[in-house]
T-cell receptor
Framework: NAGVTQTPKFRVLKTGQSMTLLCAQDMNHEYMYWYRQDPGMGLRLIHYSVGEGTTAKGEVPDGYNVSRLKKQNFLLGLESAAPSQTSVYFC?????????????????FGAGTRLSVL | GENVEQHPSTLSVQEGDSAVIKCTYS??????FPWYKQELGKGPQLIIDIRSNVGEKKDQRIAVTLNKTAKHFSLHITETQPEDSAVYFCAAKNGIGKLIFGQGTTLQVKP
C-alpha cells in the first residue's frame, strides 16, 4: 500500500515551458487535491476533484489546469510556466464524508514535487 | 473570506519543555480541526484532530484544545524531544467540507 505517490520529485523548467505533475493514490479515495506550499503562506489549494471526471477551482487556480480521468489519478498541468510558479507542490487524497456533517476530512499527502521555474 | 491564522511562525524550545501553537478560524460552520506535522522533505502527516463537539483531546505527549466560542484551537506538546522538530500546520474544515490550512509553525527543539 503506497498511499499517495507524486512524480516527479524535482523539476527545473524554463519560463514558457509546459509540464504535467502526476498524482496517484491507491486508497480508493473519492476526493483529490493539489496544493502549493510557499514560505510563510502555508498550503494553498490550487484545484481539487470530488470524483472521477470532475474538477473544481481552489484558492489559487490561475496558470494551472487539472484532469481526473481515472479515480486513482489526478494530474496538474502548467501550460506556460512562470517564475511565480516556483514552489513545492503537494497532492492529497481523502474521503471527507458529507459536507456539514461531523465527518472527518483526513487528507493523506504525497511527498511533494519541488519545481523551479527559471 | 474564510481563513485560519496560526501563531507563532517559529518556535524554539529546550528539550523537555512544552510547546504551544495557536490557531484562530473565521468560518463559524467549521466543525473539524486537524493538526499536521511536516518533516523535512516530506509531505504533511496527520498527528491529531478534534471535532467541534469535543473541547479537548489528548494522545500521549500531544493534546489539542478547542474553544468554539472564541474560534480558537491550540496544539500542546509536552516533554518535547528533538524528533518533534518539524513544521506544524493547523487546519479547519469549512462549511462545505474543505480544509483551510494555517500558515505553519516551524518548531525547533534544542537538545
Amino acid at each position: 500500500n503506497a498511499g499517495v505517490t507524486q512524480t516527479p520529485k524535482f523539476r527545473v523548467l524554463k519560463t514558457g515551458q509546459s509540464m504535467t505533475l502526476l498524482c496517484a493514490q491507491d486508497m480508493n479515495h473519492e476526493y483529490m487535491y493539489w496544493y502549493r506550499q510557499d514560505p510563510g503562506m502555508g498550503l494553498r489549494l490550487i484545484h481539487y476533484s470530488v470524483g472521477e471526471g470532475t474538477t473544481a477551482k481552489g484558492e489559487v487556480p490561475d496558470g494551472y489546469n487539472v484532469s481526473r480521468l481515472k479515480k486513482q489519478n489526478f494530474l496538474l498541468g502548467l501550460e506556460s510556466a512562470a517564475p511565480s510558479q516556483t514552489s513545492v507542490y503537494f497532492c492529497a487524497s481523502s474521503y471527507p464524508g458529507l459536507a456539514g456533517s461531523l465527518a472527518k476530512n483526513i487528507q493523506y499527502f504525497g511527498a511533494g514535487t519541488r519545481l523551479s521555474v527559471l | 473570506g474564510e481563513n485560519v491564522e496560526q501563531h507563532p511562525s517559529t518556535l524554539s524550545v529546550q528539550e523537555g519543555d512544552s510547546a504551544v501553537i495557536k490557531c484562530t478560524y473565521s468560518d463559524s460552520a467549521s466543525n473539524y480541526f486537524p493538526w499536521y506535522k511536516q518533516e523535512l522533505g516530506k509531505g504533511p502527516q496527520l498527528i491529531i484532530d478534534i471535532r467541534s463537539n469535543v473541547g479537548e483531546k489528548k494522545d500521549q505527549r500531544i493534546a489539542v484544545t478547542l474553544n468554539k466560542t472564541a474560534k480558537h484551537f491550540s496544539l500542546h506538546i509536552t516533554e518535547t524531544q528533538p524528533e518533534d522538530s518539524a513544521v506544524y500546520f493547523c487546519a479547519a474544515k469549512n462549511g462545505i467540507g474543505k480544509l483551510i490550512f494555517g500558515q505553519g509553525t516551524t518548531l525547533q527543539v534544542k537538545p
